[in-house]
């Protein structure tokens, strides 16, 4: 199986992820994940994409492109991969095409998360997110059992700095101008289906069932 996860920030994408991944036994490949990930390591790619994750700007395509390439090279995505976060560009998103068709294969579904704006301020400053497996929590919609220490690893949650509202309303600018037009473009390629992230996370997680296949 392999999908791609579309929806504005805070709309459940990475909650979701996890689930799915458990259930369809396919990684989940976060490009969020692996920035933070590469900042937290101090490495070069870590140095540069913190000056744009800062900013709720995004890291320029060709050095996005790049860690999906080598990504889905892996051999563990032979049989399907989730991605969460990727593509937030046409750019990217034809890329993808272009590597999938390299490999021999193609997208299954682009499964849209739809979240009305007026939701997320809530649900982004409220999130805390494990530094071990990236998992997310909210402090009122969906905390972990023990405060600071994630249900599923043990680790501990935190804050993500861009989790504020001022950066999460330059991200949401930057979703609406340069990601929303995905949502037509895969809905061109006849590879577009939704669900409602308004309901309850149990319920979310159901309607994609439903859609994937049980
Ligand atoms: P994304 O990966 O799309 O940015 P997350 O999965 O991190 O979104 O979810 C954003 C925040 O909203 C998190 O704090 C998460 O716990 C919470 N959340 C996710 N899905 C729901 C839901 N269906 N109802 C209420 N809160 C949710
Ligand atoms: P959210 O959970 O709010 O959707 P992510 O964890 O997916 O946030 O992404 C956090 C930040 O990482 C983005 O604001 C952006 O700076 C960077 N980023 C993640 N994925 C991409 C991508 N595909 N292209 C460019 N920048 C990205
Ligand atoms: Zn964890």
Redesign the pocket.
Known sequence: MKIVLLGP??AG??TQAKSISNKYSVPHI????I?RYNISNGTPLGIEAKK??DK????PDEL?IDIIKDRLKQDDCKNGFLLD????TVN?AEALETLLEGLGTKLDTALLIKVPKSFIIDRMTGRRVCKACGASYHVQFNPTKTEGVCDLCGGETYQRA?DNEATVSE?LEIYDAQTQPLIEYYSNKNLLTEVDGTQTIEKVFEDIVDILGA
Not at 30 to 33: A, I, L
Not at 56 to 59: I, K, R, S, T
Not at 85 to 88: E, I, L, N, V
Request: aromatic share 14%.
């Open positions: 920030p805070g994408k990475g976060s490009t969020g994940d920035f744009y994750l709720g700007h995004l890291v996005t976060g990727y593509p937030r990217q861009d991200r």
